[in-house]
């Protein structure tokens, strides 16, 4: 029926369920982030890349969706979008980490600045140029690129606290 994992594990479950709790509040909440000429940082998306790389396509995908949950509340993106979007960044961030990449800081750049590029150009084109025919680029070129280069510049510090928990909340074998 239902295993066990272990103390460790269901530690850092809950510690991960937290942090995506805090910083979704923190995303999402106006004047709680800093902004750089406008531009914002959404820290969710590398939070959800450093969970996939470091526990997996399962984790990356569950927590993904969880992220995505707790950002779609706020958000004037079509119902389940960053849902959808983070569940597939985080998995794929754990089946490219597992079958491809080495989980190192370099691989979470590139992953990141991916993402955030996309999310970024698919956010703007769902929102603002299909459904208003705003034709211009001003936002996308104004505040979502901008935010998405922000983000990656500071995912490092998401990727480290993310890969401390992964490493020290592991369950110690014992023999017997």
């Known amino acids: 029926m239902f295993r066990f994992e272990g103390l460790p594990v269901v530690i850092k479950r809950i510690v991960f369920f937290a942090a995506i709790?805090?910083?979704a509040l923190l995303q999402n909440t106006q004047g709680l982030l800093p902004t750089v000429f406008g531009a914002r940082f959404f820290p969710l998306i590398p939070l959800v890349i450093a969970i996939g790389m470091c526990e997996g396509e399962l984790s990356g995908l569950f927590y993904g969706m969880?992220?995505?949950?707790?950002?779609?509340?706020?958000?004037?993106a079509p119902d389940g979008f960053n849902g959808f979007f983070l569940s597939f960044t985080g998995c794929a961030a754990g089946l490219l980490v597992h079958f491809f990449m080495r989980n190192k800081l370099i691989t979470q750049y590139c992953i990141c600045a991916v993402a955030t590029g996309l999310h970024s150009i698919l956010y703007w084109l769902f929102t603002i140029y299909i459904p208003i025919g705003d034709t211009r680029f001003s936002a996308l070129l104004g505040f979502y690129l901008?935010?998405?280069?922000?983000?990656?510049?500071?995912?490092?510090?998401?990727?480290?606290?993310?890969?401390?928990v992964s490493i020290s909340l592991v369950e110690k074998e014992t023999s017997v």
């Open 21 to 23: 709790l805090v910083v």
């Open 66 to 76: 969880i992220a995505g949950c707790f950002w779609d509340v706020c958000s004037t």
């Open 146 to 164: 901008p935010g998405a280069v922000i983000t990656t510049a500071l995912s490092f510090i998401i990727y480290k606290a993310v890969k401390y």
